[in-house]
């Protein structure tokens, strides 16, 4: 499995932070302007669906955890040809939350058992850019 580990500090509050990776509204904002649906609770399902170019792409998975403010984990199925909807095809997320002194260390954890995509080029160093966004939002946009 391929484990993919990025670490942001965000000079806010856990619970801030928090607020971010959940409310759908602000996730629109630093997640490629996904569209979030789920209720939270373990064991149901989350989507995030997007439009890009005129088409809508879609990744579904469950909700594993949600211990708020500190850990959230989910499952995810992003669709691409040649990978089949199977549980062996989904990946998952994890984010943890440690706060110290008005500084949150958000630990983004992604687990990948899936095939390597033939095109490497392909969402190899997306994380950083969506925790920088988050980073801005958090810290710049929310009051």
């Known amino acids: 499995m391929n484990t993919k580990d990025s670490v942001v500090r965000i000079l806010a509050p856990a619970g801030k932070v928090w607020r971010a990776l959940t409310v759908p509204e602000l996730v629109k904002q630093w997640q490629y302007g996904s569209d979030l649906q789920t209720t939270w609770e373990p064991g149901t399902s989350i989507v995030f669906r ?51 002194g008005g500084l949150t260390s958000l630990l983004f954890r992604q687990e990948d058992p899936r095939p390597a ?24 946009k929310m009051p």
Not at 68 to 91: A, C, H, M, T
């Open 50 to 100: 997007n439009e890009w170019n005129g088409q809508v792409f879609e990744q579904k998975g469950t909700v594993i955890e949600f211990m708020p403010p500190s850990r959230l984990k989910y499952s995810l199925f992003f669709p691409r040809p040649g990978v089949q909807d199977i549980p062996e095809n989904y990946f998952f997320m994890t984010y943890e939350l440690t706060e110290s």
């Open 117 to 140: 995509q033939p095109d490497a080029s392909s969402g190899g160093d997306d994380g950083p850019d969506v925790l920088s966004d988050l980073k801005k939002l958090v810290e710049e």
